[in-house]
């Protein structure tokens, strides 16, 4: 190979490297989310599908904060759960389960957030154990009944041991960050659920929800 | 000159750069202080007496307050459910009341709370 083509190569790498921080995966349909529009958002607490039973609770608790500030009236998840609770219905399931026209007539919310969480807590692996925390949430408008957004997230107290995980540099002050916020946290789980949440629930990200009215960049996006 | 200049591009490209496609973030539009880790808290049940929870948000709003940032969505109705739970119904009234006020979007959950929790 002459020199050339060498630099040629490196190029084309480089290029690559680059465009691989963004638009990865396929974007998503946002059709009847901008169709709808909610201002309001009702966050039910998470189905948990693990066996660690502070897991709802722990997500829930992190729910609120990246949907606020992605321009959305966020209802007071506290109160929500006592709701149901004076109603007679304890768990995460059957207040899932709830119609949506009941939903809309208390709590007078636009839509709706369904949570439920795959992983929550310690992952052995060959070398290192890790916390691991994943989630997945659907947004439905209580007004239409139609589903507006799907999305997932995973986070990890490894992050960046590996060289797959994130990709650029973005990835490392990512990596960077959640090390940070780990190493001086007793309850790792609920912190990498912290992080996870905020992956799953931010506006602004790709494939992520859309800004809502109360935000500067609503309707931008 | 001419440094201060190509250290300014160089910031202006090293931001682009880690800003990758997505849209600028707008800066945070509410003060949090501590509310996440006190509906943690309240959640949990048993790491803070409901005295010590109220104490918490009660210090948290003055700051909030004081440094003229936004209350949070949740904040004020989560507030008077602790002092509800307490049995001080109108403390509970007025917080709801704050709430539903700041936040009209509010409106049918909190009217629903002050229908079914009065004295």
């Known amino acids: ?39 309001s958002i009702l966050v039910l607490p998470p189905l948990n599908n693990t066996p660690e039973v502070q897991a709802s609770n722990s997500v829930l608790s992190y729910a609120t904060r990246p949907l606020a500030e992605a321009g959305y009236y966020v209802m007071p998840v506290t109160l929500v759960a006592e709701a149901f609770k004076e109603n007679g219905v304890t768990q995460a399931a059957d207040m899932q389960a ?6 809309r007539q208390i709590f007078g919310a636009d839509a709706v957030l369904y949570i439920t969480i795959s992983k929550y807590g310690t992952v052995f692996a060959v070398v290192n154990s890790a916390s691991v925390v994943t989630a997945e949430a659907k947004l439905v408008d209580l007004r239409t009944g139609q589903q507006l957004w799907v999305g997932t997230a995973t986070a990890s107290s490894q992050e960046g041991q590996s060289n797959q995980s994130q990709g650029g540099l973005v990835g490392l002050l990512v990596t960077a960050i959640v090390k940070q916020v780990i190493a001086s946290s007793t309850d790792e789980s609920h912190k990498v659920a912290g992080i996870a949440t905020n992956r799953l629930l931010s ?19 | 000159m001419t440094k201060f200049r190509l250290s300014v591009a160089g910031t202006v ?23 996440q880790a006190n509906v ?79 004295k």
């Open chain 1, 1 to 39: 190979m002459s020199w050339k083509t060498f630099l040629k190569v490196l190029a084309v790498a480089a290029f690559s490297l680059v465009m691989s921080g963004c638009a990865t995966k396929p974007p998503a349909d946002y059709t009847a989310f901008k169709a709808n529009r909610p201002a």
């Open chain 1, 203 to 221: 506006a602004g990200t790709q494939n992520g929800i859309l800004y809502g009215p109360r935000s500067r960049n609503y309707g931008k996006d």
């Open chain 2, 40 to 118: 943690d808290a309240y959640l949990r049940a048993d790491t803070k007496s409901l005295d010590e929870q109220i104490q918490l948000m009660e210090e948290d709003l003055k700051k909030i307050s004081a440094g003229g940032g936004a209350v949070p969505p949740g904040y004020r109705a989560h507030l008077g459910l602790l002092y509800g739970q307490k049995g001080n119904l109108d403390l509970f009234a007025q917080n709801v009341q704050a709430e539903k006020a700041q936040y009209p979007e509010s409106s049918t959950f909190m009217d629903f709370l002050l229908r079914n929790f009065k």
């Open chain 1, 98 to 103: 709830t119609p949506p026209e009941k939903l």
């Open chain 2, 13 to 35: 490209l090293l931001c682009t750069f880690l800003g990758g496609c997505a849209a600028p973030r707008p800066p945070a539009m509410y003060q949090w202080q501590g509310y």
